[in-house]
């Protein structure tokens, strides 16, 4: 599977970005996410597309008594084992997708900014349901389908290259984009809200808490940042498995 994490040049780009440099402090949704955790003290935390391991190293910190961080780029695997080591940490090169998903092992299952690299949000929330212990939680962040319904997932510019508005377009067909991610060509996938939604709850989970990512008010002063209050770019969820999955509604 093609992933551009493992391209030198992508990888190289991605290193500049501030959640790169910076870790947690400096991704923007985590002012918001951060509040979205449950208690992790003794949890057993699985990590899906952990990249650099930030939210590893935060469970670590919050008392997680084990945490798995998977992802499938080399490269990001081995930037995590330098930057967020903790003996309660391990790390494995692995396609989310592929990866076993043992039955009832893990108490808390968070997702960064991975699951729209995915096709099938379906499989994922099997998985994960399985995987999880009766009461677990699934937290994750993924691209908001109003940024990423149309191909490009770009702004329409005036002519002095100043962003007139986002356009959303071709929402009903989910699937794959080719979009441009810091100077190179990226494939993401696009999922419907119900998909997002409605998925979890057909696979058994309850869904706890939704946000869609805004700046905070100290974060106004970054250059551009005033355009995120435009349209959403990314949709977090906390979900957790219910004892018994209902089939109900579509
Ligand atoms: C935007 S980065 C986010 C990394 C990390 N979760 C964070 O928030 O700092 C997306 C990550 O997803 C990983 N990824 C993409 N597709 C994947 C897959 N099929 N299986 C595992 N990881 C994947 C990439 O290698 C990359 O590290």
């Given at each position: 599977m093609k992933n551009e994490y493992d391209n030198e040049t992508f990888f190289n780009q991605y290193a500049q970005m501030s959640r790169s440099r910076e870790g947690l402090a400096g991704a923007g949704e985590w002012h918001q996410l951060k509040e979205m955790f449950p208690p992790l003290a003794g949890k057993k935390v699985l990590d899906l597309g952990?990249?650099?391991g930030w939210h590893c190293e935060y469970a670590a910190e919050q008392g997680a008594a084990q945490i798995l961080g998977i992802d499938l780029s080399e490269r990001m695997i081995a930037e995590a084992k330098k930057r967020n080591t903790n003996e309660r940490i391990t790390y494995r090169v692995s396609d989310l997708e592929n990866?076993?998903?043992?039955?009832?092992?893990?108490?808390c299952v968070i997702s960064n900014?991975?699951?729209?690299?995915?096709?099938s949000l379906n499989n994922v929330y099997r998985n994960v349901y399985r995987t999880l212990n009766p009461g677990g939680t699934f937290l994750f962040n993924i691209e908001h389908p109003v940024f990423t319904?149309?191909?490009?997932?770009d702004w329409i510019y005036d002519e002095k290259g100043n962003p007139m508005y986002w356009p959303v377009d071709?929402?009903?067909?989910p699937g794959r984009r080719h979009t441009r991610f810091l100077g190179c060509d990226v494939e993401k996938y696009h999922h419907t809200l119900t998909q997002i939604l409605n998925g979890l709850i057909r696979n058994g989970f309850e869904i706890e808490w939704v946000e869609e990512a805004r700046p905070s008010e100290d974060m106004?002063?970054?250059?551009?940042?005033?355009?995120?209050?435009?349209?959403?770019m990314m949709l977090m969820v906390r979900a957790k498995k219910k004892e018994e999955i209902c089939h109900a509604g579509r």
């Amino acid at each position: 599977m093609k992933n551009e994490y493992d391209n030198e040049t992508f990888f190289n780009q991605y290193a500049q970005m501030s959640r790169s440099r910076e870790g947690l402090a400096g991704a923007g949704e985590w002012h918001q996410l951060k509040e979205m955790f449950p208690p992790l003290a003794g949890k057993k935390v699985l990590d899906l597309g952990c990249g650099y391991g930030w939210h590893c190293e935060y469970a670590a910190e919050q008392g997680a008594a084990q945490i798995l961080g998977i992802d499938l780029s080399e490269r990001m695997i081995a930037e995590a084992k330098k930057r967020n080591t903790n003996e309660r940490i391990t790390y494995r090169v692995s396609d989310l997708e592929n990866y076993e998903y043992p039955e009832e092992t893990w108490d808390c299952v968070i997702s960064n900014l991975a699951l729209h690299y995915i096709e099938s949000l379906n499989n994922v929330y099997r998985n994960v349901y399985r995987t999880l212990n009766p009461g677990g939680t699934f937290l994750f962040n993924i691209e908001h389908p109003v940024f990423t319904a149309r191909e490009g997932q770009d702004w329409i510019y005036d002519e002095k290259g100043n962003p007139m508005y986002w356009p959303v377009d071709e929402y009903f067909y989910p699937g794959r984009r080719h979009t441009r991610f810091l100077g190179c060509d990226v494939e993401k996938y696009h999922h419907t809200l119900t998909q997002i939604l409605n998925g979890l709850i057909r696979n058994g989970f309850e869904i706890e808490w939704v946000e869609e990512a805004r700046p905070s008010e100290d974060m106004m002063q970054i250059p551009d940042m005033k355009d995120e209050m435009r349209r959403p770019m990314m949709l977090m969820v906390r979900a957790k498995k219910k004892e018994e999955i209902c089939h109900a509604g579509r």
